[in-house]
């Protein structure tokens, strides 16, 4: 059984490796909390398609930190990746899969691969941060 935890909060320098320093610390609490399998693999997807986004799609010296929180509660996770970047809203990239998969993108796959996987993905702009929340639960 899952007992109240407070909130988990990571900062990750951008040029200090975030994925390989993230990843594992994100892991161990997870699993230290007890949490549903699939609620740590969707965990691991978000959070490695966040950061490879930003990390792809950032221009040298425009984003600086990325840090995450992460909310547990039974049997869901609320999970928000914040970053210092440009303005980047995820949740407006293409909604639906189109009918071939060769007509997506190579950037929009993976957006939709997380919006698939999250019971809800949301996006605001906070001050001079984006801000990625999604909530994840133990049942498709």
């Not at 109240?4 to 390989?20: C, H, K, R, S, V």
């Not at 398609?49 to 984003?63: K, M, S, W």
């Not at 639906?96 to 691969?113: Q, T, V």
Request: aromatic share 6%.
């Amino acid at each position: 059984m899952l007992l109240q935890t407070p909130p988990f909060e990571l900062e990750l320098p951008l040029a200090d490796g975030p994925l390989e320093r993230g990843w594992p610390a994100i892991e161990r609490f997870l699993e230290a909390g007890g949490l549903a399998p699939r609620i740590q693999f969707v965990a691991g997807l978000v959070f490695e398609e966040t950061v490879t986004n930003i990390l792809r799609h950032t221009a040298a010296g425009q984003c600086s930190v990325v840090r995450v929180v992460l909310e547990p509660d039974q049997e869901t996770l609320r999970m928000a990746i914040l970053d210092d970047g440009p303005p980047f809203n995820p949740c407006a990239a293409q909604a639906e899969a189109p009918a071939g998969a060769s007509e997506l993108s190579d950037g929009g796959r993976g957006i939709l691969l997380m919006r698939s996987m999250c019971r809800s993905m949301h996006y605001r702009r906070d001050h001079d941060w984006n801000r990625l929340e999604v909530l994840i639960t133990a049942q498709p």
